[in-house]
Nanobody, 125 residues
């Protein structure tokens, strides 16, 4: 059973960068879809990016494409989200999530088996 814990959030100005990390304890090398979601203030949770541990591809929401990069270190079970050229509309609580098997794009919330506790990202103008 995976346990997910995010870190790396903080406050930056528009145009800045942050790198979020999702540490997956209990990872034994199985195949998972690892996903980042975010929840802006007063809004619902939205998909950001996903990557499948059994392949090298990644998928991104249009709002973050070409600015964010999801990557993973399989041996450590850690997934990163590199966020560049941040905008105020990127302000949100960011969550790491996992489900066994392939990624469904966009993800289906009911497929998500494990969630982290979230890390806050605030982008000021």
């Amino acid at each position: 059973q995976l346990h997910l814990e995010e870190s790396g959030g903080g406050s930056v100005q528009t145009g800045g960068s942050l790198r979020l990390a999702c540490a997956a304890s209990g990872y034994s090398g199985g195949r998972y879809c690892m996903t980042w979601f975010r929840q802006p203030p007063g809004q619902g949770r939205e998909w950001v990016a996903s990557t499948y541990t059994g392949a090298s591809n990644a998928d991104y929401a249009d709002s973050v494409k070409d600015r964010f990069t999801i990557s993973r270190v399989n041996a450590k079970g850690t997934v990163y989200l590199q966020m560049n050229r941040l905008k105020p509309e990127d302000t949100a609580m960011y969550y790491c999530a996992a489900n066994t098997g392939y990624c469904t794009i966009p993800p289906v919330f009911s497929d998500i088996a494990m969630w982290g506790q979230g890390t806050q990202v605030t982008v000021s103008s």
